[in-house]
């Protein structure tokens, strides 16, 4: 992971899982626009269209920045509806409490269309997830670790609360900044404190600094629970 560095926002990890959602509103009207489907797949009452796998690919690039093939996102395809209508038929309680949230991040109409419910339905439970991790497992020795895999982590510096930066500063290695913005995070709060050759500063960290540094640590949680998210999906799949 060899990423730059990196200027953050006011927001906890979980929030930015939200921005992904905004992107899913555009395929509504890329359903409204296609009426005659190819059907690519078909079995155990799955339906699989070329509207279908259309918009998925889109999806997937958007959301990971590379392109999936075809017999990959049918795959993904097949898996989501056997995931969602597996939690439909055991666990209602459960689907209705993400319609529920989805509902109120983005209006009730957003899950007019089955298809895109799917797919939205589908990625909350991914980070259901995410955010588990973020609450009870994530570390400080993990944000450590985090860190120390960027090129740097150079952040402005001040005496009198941000009025007046006094100097830039690589914070990459520093373990008092790592455990300042440690418990910032788990807390939602936004001051941050260091101490550089006796003298107390204060971390200036914008929105966008920090909104960088939180999608970073979203990617690490996303990758610290493939495994379990897989075995969570395969099982809803088993026959």
Known sequence: MNKK?????????????????FLYSILILIFSFNSYTKILYQ????IITDIDLKIYKKFYKENYGNDINQANAIKDLVLIQNVV?????????????????????????????????????????RDEF??????????????ENVFNQLDSLNLPVSLNDCLLIEEVV???KNKEFVNSFFYN???????????????????????????????????????????????????????
């Not at 079995?43 to 799955?46: A, C, S």
Request: charged share 30%.
């Open 5 to 21: 560095v990196i200027y953050f926002s006011k927001r906890q990890v979980i929030l930015i899982m939200e921005i992904k959602f």
């Open 170 to 172: 690589d914070l990459k």
């Open 130 to 143: 995410i955010i588990n991790y973020f609450k009870n497992r994530l570390n400080v020795a993990e944000i």
């Open 85 to 125: 209508t597996n939690l439909e038929n055991n666990n209602s309680l459960f689907i209705e409490k993400i319609d529920y949230e989805l509902s109120m991040q983005f209006g009730k109409k957003i899950l007019d269309d089955q298809n895109l419910k799917k797919f939205l339905r589908f990625s909350k439970i």
């Open 185 to 239: 995070l788990k807390n939602n709060t936004r001051d941050f404190e260091v101490d550089i050759n006796g003298i107390n500063y204060k971390v200036c960290i914008n929105d966008i600094a920090f909104s960088s540094l939180e999608q970073i640590i979203v990617e690490y949680i996303q990758i610290q629970t493939n495994q379990e998210f897989e075995a969570f999906v395969y099982d809803k799949t088993k026959k």
């Open 43 to 46: 079995k155990n009452n799955i």
